[in-house]
């Protein structure tokens, strides 16, 4: 599992970049203990993700209910690791046709799995919500963990 670092980074920019600039001047030991700090924060919390993202597969698999063997299914399985798709990379790995691949994500636009990235029905590209919005509250989750550690400092 990769620990996302910069998550906790985007979550405490101010703090970061004023950081930044002491280390610029030569203050290393409190950029690098921000850093050691934000790398524990961000493990914790990516355990957190990695653990909600393993659940939704079976989760959307009891929202579709896809018929075993379909490319549904089979697009089901990848979409936490492959978030983003267009009609090829759902063909290609669930072999697919590109008829029925666009059937495919229509069905999974429909149950909310999958939401339109684009706005050309010939280009068209699609991403797993639930993933993407993930990334989001892994942020929100580090920023209030960040917030939460600052308040028992002052106390």
Partial sequence: MAVPIASAIVADREEY????????TGDAEAFCTYLAEATTRSAVEAEVSAQRLAELPQRWHEEV??????????????????????????????????????????RLVE??????????????????????DEADLLVDRLR????????????
């Fill in 17 to 24: 970049f004023g950081l930044v600039d002491h280390y610029r």
């Fill in 65 to 106: 209910r896809p018929r075993a063997g379909s490319a549904a299914a089979a697009l089901l399985r990848l979409l936490p690791s492959s978030p983003v798709v267009d009609a090829s990379d759902v063909a290609r790995p669930t072999g697919a046709s590109t008829a029925r691949a666009y059937a495919t994500t229509t």
């Fill in 111 to 132: 149950a909310g799995v999958l939401r339109p990235i684009t706005a050309s029905r010939r280009d068209a590209a699609w991403a797993a919500g639930d993933v993407l």
């Fill in 144 to 155: 209030l963990r960040r917030m939460r550690e600052r308040s028992a400092s002052a106390r």
